[in-house]
């Protein structure tokens, strides 16, 4: 029997009532998923981001080549601010031999330019934009239900088609005109994009341009064109390729010409051009919308760059063609 030494002044306690102090707690341990499974979470996380980017990407991709397209498209429209190209979408697509020279808006008959503006578009001045948003919508949804055009195209979208597109009224054309006619429009003083039209618009087969048009017509270069000429050149625009030159000059509206171009002649000059000028305030303040206050008489127009003050080669070649003595 082991003895059991007393301290000194107390009393030692027997060893089993000695208290014992439990361990503390273990902490449980997290409840982590094996390696493996993290894995396949980590796999199942990469697969929904690559499906997310393939299902934006197509969406993404198309905006940027739109707004590469539409820069693209706005380098090009502020080239002819200078540049005057010879030749067109339009001019490329009815063939050689094309009629065509340049003339500058300067040497223009304002009895040209004021037709143009009452007849095709009389709000191109004053108006915002290419065209009139709800215009654009009553003429989109008039093609959609094969109803009658109840306005017309702009200038600025006549522009566009001639130098640009081709002929046509799909909606994929139109929407494309839509937006090439708003640039030219916002990026093109009025001057320019009456200028650029009177040069390409058609006024014949394979005749196109204010300058060949007066000289094989009428004998003369633009700037002297009289106000009822100015309004039978208006009547052309229309059908062009309907359109025969008269034997002595002028527009053939005899019995043997197409009925119905004499009647757009015969109309434009004679009836809706003088009229709508009249509405305007005459031809002086037509031509004021676009910021013209001079007569092409205050240019000195004979030897001028741009004026074609003289007929054009490709006029008399095509004169001799036709049959008719330059």
Not at 47 to 62: C, D, E, I, Q
Not at 132 to 157: C, E, M, N, W
Not at 277 to 294: C, F, K, N, P, R
Request: charged share 20%.
């Amino acid at each position: 029997m082991e003895s059991t030494t007393l301290l000194p002044g107390r009393v030692q306690p027997p060893v089993d009532d000695v208290p014992v102090t439990p361990d503390p707690p273990r902490p449980a341990e997290p409840n982590t998923p094996p390696r493996k499974h993290k894995c396949r979470l980590r796999h199942l996380r990469r697969r929904v981001l690559y499906s997310r980017r393939r299902r934006y990407a197509w969406p993404r991709r198309f905006v940027l080549v739109i707004l590469a397209l539409l820069t693209l498209s706005e380098i090009v429209t502020v080239t002819f601010i200078w540049v005057t190209p010879p030749r067109t979408s339009y001019m490329l697509q009815d063939g050689e031999p094309v009629v065509y020279e340049y003339v500058s808006l300067d040497h223009i008959s304002r009895y040209v330019i004021a037709a143009t503006i009452s007849h095709e578009d009389q709000v191109l001045g004053p108006r915002l934009g290419a065209f009139d948003v709800s215009a654009f919508k009553d003429r989109a949804l008039a093609h959609v239900s094969d109803a009658d055009d109840p306005s017309g195209s702009t200038i600025p979208q006549q522009l566009v088609k001639n130098i640009f597109l081709w002929p046509g009224q799909n909606a994929l054309r139109k929407g494309i005109e839509a937006v090439l006619a708003t640039q030219f429009s916002l990026t093109l003083s009025d001057q320019r994009v009456m200028e650029l039209y009177l040069n390409y618009a058609q006024f014949g087969p394979q005749l196109y341009g204010i300058c060949a048009a007066t000289w094989y017509y009428f004998d003369t270069p633009p700037w002297s064109v009289t106000e009822h000429q100015a309004g039978q050149l208006m009547g052309v625009l229309p059908l062009p390729s309907l359109v025969t030159r008269a034997p002595g000059g002028g527009f053939d509206l005899s019995a043997n010409a197409n009925p119905k171009a004499v009647d757009l002649i015969n109309g434009a000059s004679n009836v809706h051009v003088p009229a709508q000028l009249e509405a305007l305030g005459g031809w002086e303040a037509a031509v004021a919308t676009i910021g013209i206050h001079d007569k092409a008489s205050d240019h000195a127009p004979v030897g001028a760059p741009d004026s074609c003050d003289v007929m054009p080669k490709s006029v008399a070649e095509r004169l001799e063609r036709d049959g008719f003595s330059s």
